[in-house]
């Protein structure tokens, strides 16, 4: 999904969106992609987005799999991050250059969903990590 049809997925809009697509769906894991521009709210030093802006885009990654598997519902589930844990990041992507991360689902009890995130630029794995997300 891309374009108009992601806002069915996660309920951020610009200038806070930080999925462009979302494919590749199972029950408990698909791809998501992020070209980084300019005008990105995380964007620091004027062509790099920061680290903050990289555990974003994975929590809203996992937004868009968790508004996967409520379609139909009237709106996508407002997810929280609630914790962030063994976040790594071996550099720093630069304006210009396509995200590509997995989300995965890990076990959930009632509200709360254990995600893992894996963030890759042209095959080269820059950056994973854990969250817990309460997911209303």
Request: with cysteine; net charge negative.
């Amino acid at each position: 999904m891309k374009g108009k049809d992601i806002l069915k997925l996660i309920p951020q809009r610009y200038p806070f969106m930080m999925v462009d697509t979302a494919d590749d769906f199972t029950e408990d894991s698909c791809q998501t992609t992020l070209t980084v521009r300019y005008d990105n709210y995380f964007v620091i030093g004027g062509d790099e987005l920061s680290e903050t802006g990289l555990i974003e885009h994975t929590a809203q990654s996992a937004s868009a799999l968790a508004g996967y598997k409520s379609l139909g519902a009237e709106a996508a589930p407002v997810g929280i991050i609630g914790e962030v844990k063994h976040f790594s990041c071996e550099r720093r992507p630069r304006v210009g250059e396509t995200l590509h991360t997995t989300i995965t689902f890990g076990m959930s009890f009632g509200n709360v969903t254990l995600a893992d995130g894996e963030t890759a630029i042209d095959g080269e794995v820059i950056a994973r990590t854990s969250l817990k997300i309460f997911i209303q």
